[in-house]
């Protein structure tokens, strides 16, 4: 059976996720972020890091995250605002505003699943994928992107749209504006990041999508084998 690491800070989201019993029947580990040292993550197959974790705490344990993905089999996903793009090497992040209402008023931002026949969209939904984002990726050579924001022609002639804090949220000219990517070349370990924080809104108890992400995801790492390794990306091809 694959051992699932849920890496938190304990915020109330993160404990709330703990407690949900259907995280609960994943046998998914409580290891607690600010007490991690180097070698706790090994003889886990699967990652997942929470969303939102304290800055200076991922700063400290980042190395311990990457170094996670360096051993073939093992499954990470990096859920959204944790700065990823501060030291995940390979990954950059800009920041996006939040258009929270988006789902109810159903505008169009220009969030597109993208490469849908790519073999991970079996772990995924558009629901799962379509709520809200907190930023934009480049991202590995390597990597496939499975959601990202495109410029939308009728967007063209609008003003620039902005959140409550007026930062602009659709997607920036040439940019490769990814959502979520899955990536199984860049590291021996497969990974997926995304700027969706799932494990936030989960626990926070709302915001549709976030639970069918969050759920889907530690399946996914439940098919983690440190000891075969046979990545997704091998049935791409």
């Given at each position: 059976?694959?051992?699932?690491?849920?890496?938190?800070?304990?915020?109330?989201?993160?404990?709330?996720?703990?407690?949900?019993?259907?995280?609960?029947?994943?046998?998914?580990?409580?290891?607690?972020?600010?007490?991690?040292?180097?070698?706790?993550?090994?003889?886990?197959?699967?990652?997942?890091?929470?969303?939102?974790?304290?800055?200076?705490?991922?700063?400290?344990?980042?190395?311990?995250?990457?170094?996670?993905?360096?051993?073939?089999?093992a499954r990470a996903y990096i859920d959204?605002?944790?700065?990823?793009?501060?030291?995940?090497?390979?990954?950059?992040?800009?920041?996006?505003?939040?258009?929270?209402?988006?789902?109810?008023?159903?505008?169009?931002?220009?969030?597109?699943?993208?490469?849908?026949?790519h073999p991970f969209w079996k772990h995924?939904?558009?629901?799962?994928?379509?709520?809200?984002?907190?930023?934009?990726?480049?991202?590995p050579s390597s990597a496939v992107p499975?959601?990202?924001?495109?410029?939308?022609?009728?967007?063209?002639?609008?003003?620039?749209?902005?959140?409550?804090?007026?930062?602009?949220?659709?997607?920036?000219?040439?940019?490769?504006?990814?959502?979520?990517?899955?990536?199984?070349?860049?590291?021996?370990?497969?990974?997926?990041?995304?700027?969706?924080?799932?494990?936030?809104?989960?626990?926070?108890?709302?915001?549709?999508?976030?639970?069918?992400?969050?759920?889907?995801?530690?399946?996914?790492?439940?098919?983690?084998?440190?000891?075969?390794?046979?990545?997704?990306?091998?049935?791409?091809?």
């Amino acid at each position: 059976m694959s051992r699932i690491a849920f890496l938190h800070t304990g915020s109330s989201s993160h404990l709330a996720d703990l407690r949900d019993p259907a995280v609960r029947a994943m046998d998914v580990t409580d290891v607690y972020a600010p007490e991690l040292h180097e070698g706790d993550l090994d003889g886990f197959d699967g990652l997942f890091v929470a969303a939102r974790l304290h800055p200076a705490v991922m700063t400290h344990i980042a190395p311990s995250v990457v170094d996670f993905l360096r051993a073939p089999g093992a499954r990470a996903y990096i859920d959204g605002e944790n700065s990823v793009g501060d030291w995940l090497p390979g990954t950059s992040e800009t920041r996006r505003g939040t258009n929270f209402w988006a789902w109810r008023l159903r505008e169009d931002v220009g969030r597109r699943s993208v490469n849908t026949d790519h073999p991970f969209w079996k772990h995924l939904a558009d629901d799962a994928v379509h709520w809200h984002y907190h930023g934009v990726l480049t991202h590995p050579s390597s990597a496939v992107p499975l959601v990202r924001l495109e410029e939308l022609p009728e967007h063209a002639r609008d003003a620039v749209a902005v959140d409550p804090w007026q930062i602009p949220y659709r997607a920036i000219p040439g940019h490769a504006n990814t959502l979520l990517y899955y990536d199984a070349g860049t590291f021996p370990a497969e990974l997926v990041v995304s700027t969706m924080d799932s494990s936030y809104h989960h626990g926070a108890g709302f915001m549709p999508g976030a639970t069918q992400l969050m759920y889907r995801m530690l399946h996914w790492l439940r098919g983690a084998n440190t000891r075969c390794s046979t990545p997704d990306s091998a049935m791409a091809a």
